[in-house]
């Protein structure tokens, strides 16, 4: 019904930076908050940064100032500049989206398959 595809990871040197995009398709009436989630091997997954419908922005303390989320309502696509990177931002990323297929339903969340980001020298 709704599909996240994620893009822009890899492997890039400390101090780098990448650019995250998430797009989404099929059955979309509106789409509340948008986000991107990390994990890290062995730890708990962690929200990166928030955005709401209106632009409204969230981020966790250790990516402010460094990481910036945007997104483009006509295109459906969320993205998170990632500047400065630190090997402790290495983890897989995952992009959620709280999507409604219809007027009347509730919105429901949905995941992008995740992309890898690995900082290291």
């Known amino acids: 019904q709704v599909q996240l595809v994620e893009s822009g990871g890899g492997l890039v040197q400390p101090g780098g930076s990448l650019r995250l995009s998430c797009a989404a398709s099929g059955s979309i009436f509106s789409i509340n908050d948008m986000g991107w989630y990390r994990q890290a091997p062995g730890k708990q997954r962690e929200l990166v940064a928030a955005i709401t419908s209106g632009g409204s922005t969230n981020y966790a303390d250790s990516v402010k100032g460094r990481f910036t989320i945007s997104r483009d309502n006509a295109k459906n696509t969320v993205y998170l500049q990632m500047n400065s990177l630190k090997p402790e931002d290495t983890a897989v990323y995952y992009c959620?989206?709280?999507?409604?297929?219809?007027?009347?339903?509730?919105?429901?969340?949905?995941w992008g398959q995740g992309t890898q980001v690995t900082v290291s020298s």
């Open positions: 959620n989206a709280a999507v409604k297929t219809t007027d009347w339903g509730l919105p429901y969340d949905y």
